[in-house]
């Protein structure tokens, strides 16, 4: 089932969500993070020694619920993670700028940042939405 417009667009108009994992015991496992949204996917910047990042690699189905106020959005789909060092970097960069924030004009610096901090990018594909209003 494909996301429609107005599904998109919310998940463009918004950045911060909470993301569902499943932890290995099969109890769920929720973090709030910030998103950026590429019309088609949902990526977002976390430390591979996180368990959201071991849940997602273990078990790829995921939530990700869009709040704004009691409005929200529930997207269900699969997570994918991006380890190669110029995707992840790549993403990265695009991930600030869709914020706002600084990129370090040094790449060779900011890499090895990202590395020291063991980033890396975990990619969602909404394959189903549900919105209130």
């Known amino acids: 089932m494909a996301l429609t417009d ?18 290995r015991d099969g109890s769920p496992q929720v973090s709030t993070i910030y998103y950026g ?27 990700l619920l869009v709040p704004d106020g009691r409005r929200q959005l529930i997207a269900y789909g699969t997570a994918e993670g991006i380890t ?27 890499r090895a940042e990202l590395d020291a901090a063991n980033r890396v990018i975990l990619k969602i594909t909404p394959e189903r939405a ?4």
Do not use: C
């Open 6 to 23: 107005d599904q998109k667009q919310w998940l463009a108009e918004h950045t911060l969500a909470v993301l569902a994992t499943g932890k």
């Open 37 to 63: 949204w590429d019309g088609t996917h949902a990526y977002i910047s976390v430390t591979s020694d996180r368990a959201k990042w071991k849940n997602a690699m273990r078990n790829p189905n995921v939530a």
């Open 84 to 110: 190669d060092p110029d995707e992840r970097d790549r993403w990265s960069i695009w991930l600030r700028e869709q914020r706002g924030a600084e990129v370090p004009a040094d790449r060779a610096a900011f």
């Open 130 to 133: 549900f919105k209130n209003d």
